[in-house]
């Protein structure tokens, strides 16, 4: 047998044992929900004996229906005689527990009943379910639930599968986020590092030549302003003096020259006395007080000079 026909034999058999395995399960769900309604209508049985008072009917099958559960649940602990090596629990048989079992008219009657229990107990939970997964449904009559009943369970199927695909969706969208995340993470990094380059390559090289473009504005500004200031200093100056103040200030000044050669010319001649008649005594005295007079008058008129070419300038 080649490779292709074995793998074929065990998809069959996989195939079959799947198909066991749900037919199975199908069974135990059947067996389990019949189990548990039935010990609901006990229980209700339990809390209706508190409230209210049941007719002996009522009464009757609910003693019946919890004594064959009771005694069927007893017997199942108790395998095949053959098969038991150990002795039993209390020494009692299987034979013991089922002449415990209700009289047979009592379950003739009690399994006649319990089957429309069970139904109307069904019947009602469908309908619970149904209004948990359409609200709007509670308001229908009993004939559209049980139509509603019916296709529920496909309904429930389709919606299961329904929600496998979106989470089957939403991983797949969710390793593609993560993978997209790291790549858009790696090419941001990428680009911070570019900035980064053009940055130091490009708008530091800038700011320098900015820096030094703005030094030279700043002094060209500066130049400009104290030229301004010169401008309305020499304004100020013209606005002052005029062409005849100029004029007349000229001829002060030459008055004032002529002025101040002739005491140097007579302070020359002092000297010149002052060292002819040095011995002397006080004609030299009063000599002394002459020129120091000259010089005191030739300083004063300096000075006035001095003062005047300052005010002209």
């Given at each position: 047998m080649d490779e292709s026909g074995l793998s074929l034999i065990l998809a069959k058999e996989q195939a079959q044992a799947w198909k066991d395995i749900r037919l199975h399960k199908t069974t135990w769900l059947r067996s389990e929900i019949l189990q548990r309604v039935i010990q609901e209508l006990l229980v209700d049985y339990y809390v209706k004996t508190q409230d209210t008072n049941l007719t002996s009917e009522d009464k009757k099958f609910h003693e019946t229906l919890e004594q064959r559960l009771l005694v069927t649940e007893l017997t199942h602990l108790f395998g095949p005689s053959q098969e038991r090596e150990i002795p039993p629990l209390l020494g009692l048989e299987k034979a013991d527990l089922l002449e415990l079992m209700p009289p047979s008219e009592d379950f003739v009657r009690m399994r006649a009943r319990l089957q429309l229990e069970v139904e109307e107990q069904l019947k009602r939970k469908c309908f619970t379910l149904l209004c948990y997964h359409d609200p709007n449904s509670d308001a229908d009559s009993e004939t559209l639930k049980a139509a509603k009943v019916w296709k529920l369970a496909e309904v429930l199927v389709g919606e299961k599968q329904q929600c496998q695909d979106a989470k089957s969706q939403q991983k797949e969208q969710l390793v593609l986020l993560e993978k997209k995340s790291a790549t858009y993470s790696q090419v941001l990094l990428r680009c911070l590092a570019l900035l980064q380059r053009l940055l130091q390559e490009h708008r530091l090289k800038t700011q320098s030549e900015l820096d030094r473009i703005n030094a030279q504005?700043?002094?060209?500004?500066?130049?400009?302003?104290?030229?301004?200031?010169?401008?309305?200093?020499?304004?100020?100056?013209?606005?002052?003096?005029?062409?005849?103040?100029?004029?007349?200030?000229?001829?002060?000044?030459?008055?004032?020259?002529?002025?101040?050669?002739?005491?140097?010319?007579?302070?020359?001649?002092?000297?010149?006395?002052?060292?002819?008649?040095?011995?002397?005594?006080?004609?030299?005295?009063?000599?002394?007080?002459?020129?120091?007079?000259?010089?005191?008058?030739?300083?004063?008129?300096?000075?006035?000079?001095?003062?005047?070419?300052k005010a002209y300038h």
């Open positions: 504005y700043l002094e060209i500004k500066c130049s400009a302003m104290i030229l301004k200031l010169r401008m309305e200093e020499l304004k100020i100056l013209s606005d002052t003096y005029t062409a005849e103040k100029v004029e007349v200030h000229r001829l002060i000044r030459d008055r004032l020259e002529g002025a101040i050669r002739l005491q140097e010319q007579d302070m020359e001649k002092s000297r010149q006395v002052l060292n002819t008649y040095e011995v002397l005594g006080e004609e030299f005295d009063r000599l002394v007080k002459e020129y120091t007079q000259l010089k005191q008058a030739t300083e004063n008129k300096r000075w006035a000079l001095q003062e005047f070419n």
